[in-house]
């Protein structure tokens, strides 16, 4: 099975800060590769896929890169709508599976 | 607008079975895979299992093979999981969701096992 471990798993930042979550595969995954935002009491929220592409409807301010088994998901200016859980999770083979999750909470 | 809407939860004694359900609309269900994901309390997200548009194709996470089924009915735009032998660390929100990179997500089903 494919492993995703999350860093850091917790975060403490300010709005308009930028932020940056690191997503590493125990294997390479190519580009398959999805980011999450979840609130408390509520589903998931899909924000990117294959990597890179933006959900439509997200703002622009969510990015995410790399490839292979190194992840990036950068906001480059915190909003108070953002502060909440995110997850990757790898699409290359199944079983699909999570990394452990990064909450970001209001410093 | 895409809506995907569970139910069947409820509280099951170990060994207990259930069966889930997942309302789809909005969107032509038949030609999307479609994916139940679990988390437990205060835990992260776990895939559980995926199915192909037309039922021919399932796949499962390790911990439930052989006691939970993933199923569809594209004429009824519904989609299911039936979960047998249930154990205590089975308990978790399930929430349905389209596609395997989970666009969408219903609300969300809670499944309490314990005695």
């Known amino acids: 099975d494919i492993q995703l471990t999350q860093s850091p798993s917790f975060l403490s930042a300010s709005v308009g800060d930028r932020v940056t979550i690191t997503c590493r595969a125990s294997q390479g995954i190519s580009s398959y590769l999805a980011w999450y935002q979840q609130k408390p009491g509520k589903a998931p929220k899909l924000l990117i896929y294959?990597?890179?592409t933006l959900q439509s409807g997200v703002p622009s301010r969510f990015s995410g890169n790399g490839s292979g088994t190194e992840f990036t998901l950068t906001i480059s200016s915190l909003q108070p709508e953002d502060f909440a859980t995110y997850y990757c999770?790898?699409?290359?083979?199944?079983?699909?599976?999570f990394g452990g999750g990064t909450k970001v909470e209001i410093k | 607008e895409v809506q995907l809407v569970e139910s069947g939860g409820g509280l099951v004694q170990p060994g207990g079975s259930l069966r889930l359900s997942c309302a789809a609309s909005?969107?032509?269900?038949?030609?999307?895979?479609m994916t139940w994901v679990r988390q437990a309390p205060g835990k992260g997200l776990e895939w559980v299992a995926d199915i192909k548009q037309d039922g021919s194709v399932t796949f499962y996470v390790d911990s439930v093979k052989g006691r939970f089924t993933i199923s569809r009915d594209n004429a009824k735009n519904s989609l299911y999981l039936q979960m047998n032998s249930l154990r205590a660390e089975d308990t978790a929100v399930y929430y349905c969701?389209?596609?395997?990179?989970?666009?969408?997500w219903g609300q969300g089903t809670l499944v309490t096992v314990s005695s």
């Open positions: 969701a389209r596609q395997r990179i989970l666009s969408e």
């Open positions: 909005g969107f032509t269900f038949s030609s999307y895979w």
């Open positions: 294959a990597a890179s």
């Open positions: 999770q790898q699409l290359n083979s199944y079983p699909l599976t």
